[in-house]
């Protein structure tokens, strides 16, 4: 049998997955889709992973699906600001032609759809770290000012990568013997470069190894060192307990530009560095002690969230907003 109700579709593309559901107009989640990163500045194929979560989620829903059911759709994408915007929009607009479905979704950054995704007030800030890193004030659901997001080369301070490509260059600097003495240099090449032949390397061979490992890859997969260095902080390792306090510093700072005066307004925290149990989040939420802090939830829901809202199709948008959250 068809739906009774239209359908939305929400896509939260980041740097390391893209996650995309298909709702019905009262919230209900019925289809769920999941790829690759999306982030248009470091993830290897962007418009790829976005078709395939989406075809993921509408094959989910079986042959009752028929595409004019879809009343319309948000992509929240990483690195869709005004220089990438034109980008996203053609690739986000193929994905959602190659699904068979009509009309063109709404393309917006990953701001919008991840403070969305954490609660149905309109109004706060928020932070988001993972891959990468941005901080914004939110008016009315929509990203009025911003912080930092410029990509893995100029920015995302604080963010995995951020941290990642400190990993690296403390390893190297240790192994070169002008850094300080720090276990992330045996620890870096096993994480960028698993099930290599098991050879133990040092010196230049493994400063080579180290170089070659980071350049054959692409950006985002420096995020695989942040676990590291929180394990080797956990162990009481100075070097990597300095980047860990760095990057909670940065991650601070950077949501402070943006937060305003009004400590009374949700303040969003997002990504995996600061949604799961990491070090660098224990120091962030300690900084921010006393301030309303929402965790985010669902980014694929608050893209869906804003779907509902920009078709028009919900009678209560409200809560339908709470239900796709699970509230």
Do not use: K
């Not at 013997?177 to 090449?189: D, F």
């Not at 669902?298 to 078709?311: E, K, Q, S, T, Y």
């Amino acid at each position: 049998m068809r739906p009774a109700e239209p359908l939305v579709v929400g896509v939260d593309g980041g740097g390391t997955s893209t996650r995309c559901l298909i709702a019905t107009a009262s919230g209900e989640i019925i289809a769920r889709g999941r790829a690759g990163g999306a982030n248009l500045r470091s993830a290897r194929d962007p418009g790829g992973n976005l078709a395939r979560a989406l075809a993921e989620a509408v094959a989910g829903i079986g042959p009752r699906f028929v595409p004019a059911d879809v009343a319309g759709g948000v992509f929240g994408l990483a690195g869709a600001g005004e220089a990438g915007r034109r980008q996203a929009s053609a690739l986000a607009s193929e994905a959602w032609r190659s699904a068979g479905l009509p009309g063109s979704p709404v393309v917006v950054s990953d701001v919008p759809v991840a403070f969305a995704g954490a609660t149905p007030e309109p109004d706060g800030s928020m932070i988001i770290a993972g891959t990468g890193t941005v901080a914004a004030r939110i008016e009315d659901r929509a990203m009025v000012r911003r912080c930092d997001g410029y990509g893995w080369l100029i920015g995302d301070e604080g963010s995995g990568v951020w941290i990642g490509r400190r990993a690296v260059r403390a390893a190297l600097a240790a192994i070169d013997g002008y850094g300080e003495p720090t276990a992330l240099a045996s620890r870096v090449l096993p994480t960028l470069r698993p099930g290599a032949d098991g050879t133990p390397l040092s010196g230049e061979a493994l400063t080579q190894a180290i170089i070659a490992a980071v350049y054959e890859g692409e950006p985002a997969r420096l995020g695989l060192l942040s676990p590291v260095v929180e394990a080797v902080a956990g162990e009481g390792d100075p070097v990597a307990l300095g980047i860990v306090g760095d990057a909670a510093r940065h991650l601070v700072r950077t949501l402070e530009a943006v937060r305003g005066d009004d400590a009374g307004l949700p303040v969003v925290l997002a990504g995996s560095l600061l949604t799961r149990p990491t070090l660098v989040a224990g120091h962030v939420r300690r900084a921010l002690a006393g301030l309303p802090v929402v965790l985010a939830r669902d980014g694929a829901a608050g893209a869906a969230a804003l779907a509902l809202r920009a078709a028009r199709v919900s009678a209560d948008p409200e809560a339908a907003h709470r239900r796709l959250l699970a509230l």
